[in-house]
């Protein structure tokens, strides 16, 4: 294993009827709340009705920013910023998914920032501070109510780009599995896929000896693979939506990636495709991922992926390369059967766009179980298509 320092601070609030406990994690902070949500979802299910009521019953002040979109856009960042300046706010709450966390995150960090908050995407300025953040949670995928990331599309420049600081990671989440229940199950899927991504990202590393972390990863990936199904046809099961909702906040909380290198290749390459196409990242990852497997594999890799496919799926073979191969036809199989089908072309992707994007992926350095360069990252796109 590799040194490391772990710290994180977020406060987990897990479980049913938990919403009593906001207002007092508030207020510990602020009683002027900026509210993120997205489509209007939360209105449908009563969970907006509930937050606000809690607010007006503790003499919490709060200021709307709804319609954020999957895949957050930097204009609405924006004009989160403008509002918590013009109410003097004082912690963004997020009631939502990923997309709406990072979208509440960014704002808090540009909050203190004189310049565009697209500059931090750019490396062109760092976090140094941000709003505190509470998160009510709403889907199972990004792990973003317990981690120090954001990411955020610029339509403009058709990028989608990752920042991580400490400041983003949110003072207090509330996760209760029920506010799951209305999840369809297109969304269910690509979350579980979203998850199951973020753990072979950490996984699959070129580092040896890391034994702890390989069979929490393996317990994760097992976790979504057999509650994943059972989500989606039992929506209002509980237990299937507890696992799956701790498993998102558990694979990208920091903890997975102690002590190793990790790899973000077939992220990399993805945000290329919701940056382009505004394609589901759960999806995008689950059309990459085994053509990324197949592709990696090697004398170097076989190794490891083999151990996955013996490992999480059960695959008997001793050769390496076989047990390899099955395992990620397994998971090609396993993303199928949960609806994740087809192709990028089948999702509009032209072939035109894809040396583009092949490009835009390897503009920075991609990959560390097996380094790609943009020839590679073409491959693996043109096997996808």
Not at 14 to 40: M, T
Request: proline share 4%; charged share 20%; glycine share 8%.
């Amino acid at each position: 294993m590799l040194n490391f320092v772990f710290e994180n601070p977020a406060k987990i609030i897990f479980g049913k009827d938990q919403l009593s406990r906001l207002a007092p994690e508030i207020k510990k902070h602020s009683d002027r709340v900026l509210l993120v949500y997205g489509g209007g979802s939360i209105k449908k299910t009563g969970l907006y009705q509930q937050v606000t009521a809690a607010l007006k019953e503790n003499a919490v002040t709060y200021v709307e920013l709804s319609g954020v979109p999957a895949n957050p856009r930097i204009e609405t960042v924006r004009a989160g910023i403008k509002l918590c300046r013009e109410n003097d706010i004082g912690l963004v709450l997020a009631v939502g998914g990923g997309s709406v966390v990072d979208c509440a995150k960014t704002i808090a960090a540009g909050y203190y920032y004189a310049g565009d908050p697209w500059d931090f995407f750019t490396y062109s300025a760092r976090i140094t501070n941000a709003l505190p953040v509470g998160v009510v949670l709403t889907l199972a995928a990004s792990g973003s109510e317990m981690n120090v990331n954001a990411v955020i599309n610029n339509d403009q420049t058709q990028e989608k780009i990752g920042v991580g600081s400490r400041h983003l990671i949110p003072r207090f989440a509330i996760l209760d599995p029920v506010n799951t229940f209305t999840v369809p199950p297109e969304q269910t899927a690509a979350g579980a896929a979203d998850i199951m991504s973020h753990v072979f990202e950490q996984y699959f590393s070129a580092n040896s000896g890391a034994y702890l972390l390989d069979r929490l990863c393996e317990a994760v990936l097992q976790t979504c693979i057999h509650y994943t199904p059972i989500a989606i046809k039992e929506p209002d099961n509980y237990e299937a939506r507890a696992n799956l909702m701790w498993a998102g906040t558990i694979a990208l909380n920091g903890l997975l990636s102690t002590g190793k290198e990790t790899d973000w290749a077939a992220h990399g390459i993805e945000h290329q495709l919701s940056a382009m196409y505004d394609m589901t990242h759960g999806l995008g990852l689950a059309l990459l991922i085994p053509h990324w497997m197949e592709y990696v594999l090697n004398e170097n890799t076989a190794g490891k992926l083999a151990e996955y496919a013996r490992n999480v799926w059960s695959v008997k073979d001793d050769d390496d390369f076989t047990a390899a191969r099955r395992g990620i036809q397994l998971t090609r199989d396993f993303f199928q059967a949960i609806g994740l089908t087809g192709t990028l072309k089948d999702q509009g992707v032209t072939a035109e766009s894809l040396p583009l994007m092949a490009e835009k992926a390897a503009a920075r350095p991609l990959g560390s179980f097996k380094k790609l360069d943009v020839q590679d990252v073409l491959n693996i796109l043109q096997a996808a298509y």
